[in-house]
């Protein structure tokens, strides 16, 4: 027992939580944003022109002149001095997935030889890191390193403070030399403006007070967590962020007694730690509970405007990682850190708010309120159904294609679920009789039914629907836990504000021959709901069936990440991105070429950690056993018992030696096809290739590993196993 498993398995044993002190309701309200430079302190500590300025930067997206940045920069200076942070830095989130940063002191030497704390309009508002070391998709070569990270105001500045000081970080897009965008913010930024437009637009039609919409979002992000101990024992969870060995723990999840359960102690330290800090950066984080697999947990906070709701939920992920140390956790955002168990998503939910109040996608009490919420509903339905296999690419991910159609998880079949009441309302809509000549206000309204004044409960939950509506708001729930929600927000908000500008053409062509506008709206809303009826399932979406009806009613069933990214590139898709000005046709390909990119070098690093973990750690080890049989059965054999007293040991010498020939034979193997693939130019075919040829090594080694893991000595077992992983904690 003196492997790095058991080492890892004790110490893991002697973790104890951590005492910390919740956070009152009381004490939250005062500490929450106090690392946040927020309205309130923008108006303490700037002039009244310069925070007028800023606000309604902030308001109506004008643009801040540089004279107006020096009082900015100077004021966020005092306050973040005043805090403790000794540097700054310019917070962005490149196409890695992740958030980057790069410090700078205040601290600057003066000329006469003293010292000065320093911060300028200009190192507010735009910064130079290295546009080439980032994924770029061909934007930048290597010898033109220059881009820019410019200063997103509508995204307050924060103190992100570890045990190592204190960093005033100021949310920023990312763009190349040559203008284009290499960031997930920035094509963000364009799709809320082109969503607020659109809807604003059609708003109008019921309230002239309506001058602007914002999008809200509200993510619900899941996690595991893992003792630190046992993950840095597992070479697999350290490089891919997943389990590619184990045998299923003899329990799991199948009693079903974990989902909601009581908290265990160590990891409700760790969910107070995690959210008092959270509180401190304006994250409103409101909800907490076990979820359904073992140490598999959920935390969720109140709904934001979208860019801030993108912004909290990248930082939130940082600072799950940083608050686990403390812990002696490991979080694991893959979305199937574990065969045969549940796997993680990250729901989004949206809605569209107007200035005035009033969220779109809930029905009012009255008639006419009930037009617009039908308008703004179908419409969305409609979008969702044009442009399924846009939505389907933006949730596509090496990791997202291990959960997509699993039992806990949504089918790659993009489908939408509203429930039976209002399912019914659509189909009556749709067939009910509007008389073509009206003459007062009053008798359009006998075509429309009555919407019931509908609660968040109004109808039952379909867990296997990828795009639910839920009351008030679309849930988008195939949307994986690692990701960054920046980009299927960004589509779902480009193809939503596409199509409420075709509405609103064909509402005004009919108004333009006469048509009564509440009529010309309700004949456009008919035929949208006729046309999208394909795309609405209220079935079992994981059932054998479902994918046989979703064939025939023309839906895609897209399951591998490479041939999904295809639609990016499209000539309809470039058009659409290049019309509301989301993409140029560039910066589309350069997306396509780096998630290609991202997708097989995710599964080159699990071929070699594989490789490496059959040849240098599972093989040894059952070798090591085998050895130990062989010897047993000399023993007996020189004895001179018959053949039957040792048959059991020799048929597990067979076994093991039979399994030991098959991972090593298969990893050879499998090296090759890799080793070939990579000789493979065109990207978008070696990214097929891993998918198609490699990648079902895969599970092929994990099999025979895993019957290795069952029938080899337990003290000899060289990774911390699945029931060790899941249960203790």
């Not at 500590?45 to 004279?67: C, H, M, V, W």
């Not at 891919?240 to 102690?265: C, N, V, W």
């Not at 839906?555 to 659409?576: G, H, M, Q, R, W």
Request: proline share 4%; glycine share 4%; with cysteine.
């Amino acid at each position: 027992m003196s492997n790095s498993r058991f080492a890892a398995v004790e110490a893991a044993s002697k973790h104890q939580f951590n005492a910390i002190t919740e956070v009152s309701s009381e004490r939250a309200i005062h500490a929450y944003g106090k690392n946040v430079f927020t309205v309130s302190k923008m108006r303490d500590y700037l002039p009244k022109p310069a925070f007028k300025d800023l606000n309604t930067a902030i308001e109506e997206g004008t643009q801040i002149s540089r004279d107006m940045a020096e009082y900015i920069a100077q004021a966020m200076k005092a306050w973040a001095l005043e805090n403790g942070a000794s540097h700054y830095t310019h917070w962005f989130q490149p196409l890695t997935g992740s958030t980057a940063e790069k410090h700078d002191a205040f601290f600057e030497p003066d000329s006469d030889g003293s010292a000065i704390e320093k911060f300028t309009a200009d190192a507010l508002v735009q910064q130079e890191p290295d546009a080439s070391s980032f994924p770029n998709g061909g934007i930048r070569n290597t010898f033109e390193a220059r881009g820019y990270t410019a200063w997103d105001p509508s995204s307050p500045a924060f103190i992100f403070e570890t045990g190592a000081g204190k960093t005033l970080c100021i949310p920023t897009v990312f763009v190349s030399y040559t203008g284009e965008s290499l960031d997930y913010k920035a094509p963000l930024l364009k799709a809320i403006a082109a969503i607020d437009k659109a809807s604003t637009d059609v708003a109008q039609y019921f309230d002239k007070q309506v001058t602007k919409v914002n999008a809200s979002l509200g993510i619900e992000q899941e996690y595991f967590l893992v003792d630190l101990a046992l993950y840095h024992a597992r070479p697999d969870l350290q490089l891919t962020g997943r389990t590619l060995f184990g045998h299923m723990s003899a329990k799991g999840q199948q009693l079903e007694d974990h989902y909601f359960g009581a908290i265990p102690e160590r990891v409700l330290a760790y969910m107070v730690d995690l959210e008092n800090e959270a509180i401190k950066l304006g994250i409103p984080l409101k909800t907490r509970h076990n979820e359904v697999a073992p140490s598999q947990f959920e935390c969720a906070p109140m709904y934001e405007e979208i860019n801030l709701a993108i912004d909290h939920n990248q930082l939130l992920m940082n600072l799950m990682d940083l608050v686990a140390i403390r812990h002696n956790f490991k979080v694991l955002l893959h979305e199937k850190p574990y065969s045969g168990v549940n796997g993680s998503g990250k729901h989004n939910n949206w809605s569209l708010i107007t200035n005035t109040g009033v969220n779109l996608l809930s029905p009012g009490k009255t008639p006419k309120n009930n037009l617009m919420f039908l308008t703004f509903f179908v419409n969305t339905i409609k979008a969702v159904y044009e442009h399924a296999d846009l939505l389907r690419a933006s949730i596509a991910s090496h990791s997202n294609d291990h959960r997509l159609g699993a039992n806990e998880a949504p089918p790659a079949i993009i489908s939408i679920f509203l429930g039976s009441q209002l399912d019914e309302l659509l189909e009556e809509v749709e067939s009910a009789r509007v008389a073509k000549k009206v003459k007062a206000d009053a008798n359009l309204w006998h075509g429309i039914p009555k919407i019931p004044d509908l609660k968040l409960d109004n109808t039952d939950r379909n867990r296997t629907s990828p795009f639910a509506f839920t009351g008030n708001k679309f849930e988008f729930r195939a949307v994986g836990s690692s990701a960054n929600s920046a980009l299927p927000m960004t589509v779902l908000n480009t193809i939503v504000a596409a199509q409420l500008i075709e509405f609103k053409t064909e509402v005004d062509k009919q108004i333009k021959k006469g048509t009564k506008k509440d009529l010309a709206i309700l004949n456009v809303v008919r035929k949208y709901i006729k046309d999208s009826k394909a795309i609405r399932f209220e079935g079992n979406g994981y059932s054998e069936e479902w994918e046989k009806e979703a064939e025939a009613r023309g839906l895609s069933n897209i399951k591998s990440t490479p041939k999904a990214l295809d639609i990016y590139v499209t000539p309809e898709s470039l058009a659409l991105f290049e019309g509301l000005g989301i993409y140029n046709k560039r910066e589309s390909e350069a997306r396509h070429e780096i998630l290609l990119e991202n997708f097989y070098k995710k599964l080159q690093i699990e071929a070699r950690v594989i490789g490496d973990t059959v040849t240098s750690q599972i093989a040894p080890a059952c070798l090591i056993y085998q050895n130990e049989l062989i010897e047993n059965v000399k023993g007996l054999k020189e004895l001179g018992l018959s053949k039957e007293a040792y048959s059991s040991q020799l048929n597990y010498l067979e076994r093991i030696s039979k399994h030991v020939n098959t991972i090593l034979e298969l990893t050879e193997e499998m090296r090759q096809a890799r080793k070939k693939a990579n000789t493979i130019e065109e990207i978008r075919e070696r990214a097929i290739a891993y998918d198609e040829i490699v990648k079902p090594f895969f599970d092929e080694i994990r099999y025979h590993v895993n019957k290795l893991e069952k029938i080899v000595d337990d003290a000899k077992w060289p990774l911390p196993k699945l029931r060790e992983l899941l249960f203790i904690n």
